[in-house]
């Protein structure tokens, strides 16, 4: 199973809860679980597969929403954010990630296209992805662009709102926009069917927000009551979902943990002279090196 996560700006403390409960209460994401994400999905991909537990990233969102809402947001975001990484990630962050956390970005020179890069040799590496997949215009450095790998590039989720990641089985599509809305963008942005969407902010409940509410809510540093509102929401909309496909009853889960499932998979692949599964690949450019 592989899960990816669009984009979203501050609204992507959704997804703090929605991770909470797939890692740390259904256990359904191992080592070798396929993520992927783009722009703030492309830190919550990065935070999983490091192992941050909620609580500290709890503490950054809540240190970085502060520093954004008292100093600004416009030609900072970015610097912000790169410092927060380079003080949070662990060590092995590069290695931890390396080959199975796909960061979507999009190439704007000499076309533009969206690109999926799992490949990071080093711990500057994956966070020059992470900040290439969170550019955004004029917000991040004051700059159009990024410079990353020889080319230009700007935020992950221009493009498309979720690119999954290759080669998964199954991907579970977490949006931090709902779903009705995502329905009504703009035709050049690739989105996936209303039906399709796994988890998102009006699939199990009401979202208050209008569509033009929802765009604020994803520019402005969030009050310290709302991050707690927004993580509290991911928590039972996974929950929710969990339920709905089989995974968990009245709030207990269902299946062994995916370090269990991920091992007879091996087994089975192992003694089998099956190919390996595959999806259908998703319109983007993979870099794997």
Same mark, same amino acid.
């Given at each position: 199973?592989?899960?990816?996560?669009? #984009?979203g700006?501050?609204?992507?403390?959704?997804?703090?809860?929605?991770? =909470?409960?797939?890692?740390h209460?259904?256990?359904?994401?191992?080592?070798?679980? +396929?993520?992927?994400?783009?722009?703030c999905?492309?830190?919550?991909?990065?935070?999983?597969?490091?192992?941050?537990?909620?609580?500290?990233?709890?503490e950054?969102?809540?240190?970085?929403?502060?520093?954004?809402?008292?100093?600004?947001?416009?030609?900072?975001?970015?610097?912000?954010?790169?410092?927060?990484?380079?003080?949070?990630?662990?060590?092995?962050?590069?290695?931890?990630? =390396?080959?199975?956390?796909f960061?979507?970005?999009?190439?704007?020179?000499?076309?533009?296209?969206t690109?999926?890069f799992?490949?990071?040799?080093t711990?500057?590496?994956?966070?020059?992805?992470?900040?290439?997949?969170?550019? +955004? %215009?004029?917000?991040?450095?004051?700059?159009?662009?990024?410079?990353?790998?020889?080319?230009?590039?700007?935020?992950?989720?221009?493009?498309?709102?979720?690119?999954?990641?290759?080669?998964?089985?199954?991907?579970?599509?977490?949006?931090?926009?709902?779903s009705?809305?995502?329905?009504?963008?703009?035709? $050049?942005?690739? *989105?996936?069917?209303q039906?399709?969407?796994?988890?998102?902010p =009006?699939? $199990? /409940? =009401?979202?208050?927000?209008?569509?033009?509410?929802?765009?604020g809510?994803?520019?402005? %540093?969030?009050?310290?009551?709302?991050?707690?509102?927004m993580v509290? *929401?991911g *928590?039972?909309?996974?929950?929710?979902?969990?339920?709905a496909?089989g995974?968990?009853r009245? #709030?207990m889960?269902?299946?062994p943990?995916?370090?269990k499932?991920?091992?007879? *998979?091996?087994?089975?692949?192992?003694?089998?002279s099956?190919?390996?599964? /595959?999806?259908?690949?998703? %319109?983007?450019?993979?870099?794997?090196?």
């Amino acid at each position: 199973m592989g899960i990816a996560f669009s #984009g979203g700006g501050f609204r992507y403390t959704y997804f703090v809860g929605v991770m =909470d409960v797939l890692v740390h209460k259904l256990r359904c994401v191992a080592p070798g679980t +396929l993520l992927s994400g783009a722009s703030c999905g492309a830190l919550i991909a990065v935070f999983t597969k490091c192992g941050l537990p909620v609580e500290v990233v709890l503490e950054l969102t809540r240190k970085f929403s502060h520093e954004c809402a008292t100093n600004g947001v416009k030609g900072r975001l970015g610097i912000v954010l790169r410092a927060y990484l380079d003080a949070y990630l662990p060590h092995n962050a590069h290695e931890l990630c =390396d080959g199975n956390t796909f960061l979507a970005v999009t190439k704007v020179w000499p076309s533009i296209r969206t690109r999926l890069f799992s490949s990071f040799p080093t711990r500057p590496d994956l966070i020059a992805a992470v900040m290439a997949s969170c550019h +955004l %215009p004029s917000l991040s450095d004051g700059s159009f662009t990024v410079n990353f790998k020889g080319r230009l590039h700007i935020d992950g989720g221009l493009l498309s709102v979720v690119t999954p990641p290759p080669n998964a089985a199954h991907t579970v599509l977490v949006c931090s926009m709902p779903s009705k809305q995502i329905a009504r963008l703009p035709a $050049f942005i690739g *989105r996936p069917r209303q039906a399709d969407i796994s988890i998102s902010p =009006d699939n $199990f /409940q =009401d979202w208050p927000f209008s569509r033009t509410e929802t765009t604020g809510l994803a520019l402005e %540093p969030p009050s310290p009551a709302f991050i707690d509102h927004m993580v509290e *929401r991911g *928590r039972a909309d996974a929950w929710a979902w969990a339920e709905a496909v089989g995974f968990a009853r009245n #709030g207990m889960p269902l299946l062994p943990p995916a370090t269990k499932l991920e091992q007879l *998979r091996q087994h089975v692949f192992s003694n089998s002279s099956s190919s390996k599964l /595959q999806a259908d690949l998703p %319109p983007v450019e993979v870099q794997f090196a």
